[in-house]
């Protein structure tokens, strides 16, 4: 049976990735390899460890402790985090990304899921409806890991041997985990706010325009892209996976619909408005879709009603 380490394990999307994993591959071969200590209780199911991947002995030691065969690197600082602290962002998203591929190199790892970003392109992208292959010029510490991510994943695969992949995720959306430091986090804070209070001031513009996915679809996107075949696939860590694109005031009028009287108003940071204006506001996913059969689940409408329902659960 496939031995599965999952790097960055206690964050947004290991928190939903690693109970998909568990259910497909075992409970018990799926280790959790999180930053954090003690690990949270529900990642207690399973084995858990601790790494930081800035630690090559770290890494190297997990793979080996574990007889992983598979590696998802989750582990990142997000992008507004990033900019503020350009040090430790690079330790993790350009060293992290090294360690983890010259480990699973060295100890005969059959392969590496590592996600890519939309912050992979930059202001002189096209914005709509972005191809998947186009200028990558990243203005943010974070997006230019990422195109790191992607070159070193590919020369991993084409050079080496060792199978790579990943998608370029959109901002994603989920409940379990509270959101944090990234420039897509207003749309999770959003439905604590309309929850909670009422209201919401979005520190993104009414009209920013940014592609999203549910985090159910990020999470069948990895799984998806990892189980694909080899031979059909002609890309590696730099695809397109598009779900929805939609604007805060536009999220806004969704949750009124369904909690009326619910309150938007904006105070813009400067900082994350200008990383999002810097990304695309709708992604082309046409390769995802004809070399790998790629298709979302949810919408804005039905994702929605999944966090609303999902998140006064939680909160009660």
Known sequence: MERILVTGAYGQIGSELIPALRDRFGVDNVIAAGFGNPPPAQFLDGPNTFVDVTDYGQVDAAIREHSVDTVYHLGSILSALAEQDRKQAYAVNFTGVHHVLEAALANDVRQVIVPSSIAAFGPETPAHNTPNDTVQKPNTIYGISKVFTELMGNYY?????????????????????????????????????????????????????????????????????????????????????????????????????????????????????????SWPDELDDTVARHEWDWSPDYDLDTMVDDMLANLRRKLA
């Open 157 to 277: 695969t084409t050079k080496l041997g060792l199978d790579v992949r990943g998608v370029r995720l959109p901002g994603i959306i989920s409940w379990k985990v509270e959101p944090t430091a990234g420039t897509t986090d207003y749309a999770v804070a959003i439905f604590y706010g309309a929850i909670r209070e009422g209201r919401y001031a979005s520190f993104l513009g009414p009209d920013t325009r940014l592609p999203m996915m549910y985090i159910p679809d990020a999470v069948s996107s990895l799984i998806d892209v990892a189980t694909a075949d080899f031979d059909r696939i002609k890309h590696h860590v730099d695809y397109n996976v598009s779900a929805m694109s939609f604007t805060p005031a536009e999220l806004a009028t969704a949750i009124e619909r369904r909690i009326p009287g619910f309150e938007m108003r904006y105070d813009v940071d400067p900082l994350r408005q200008s990383i999002a204006d």
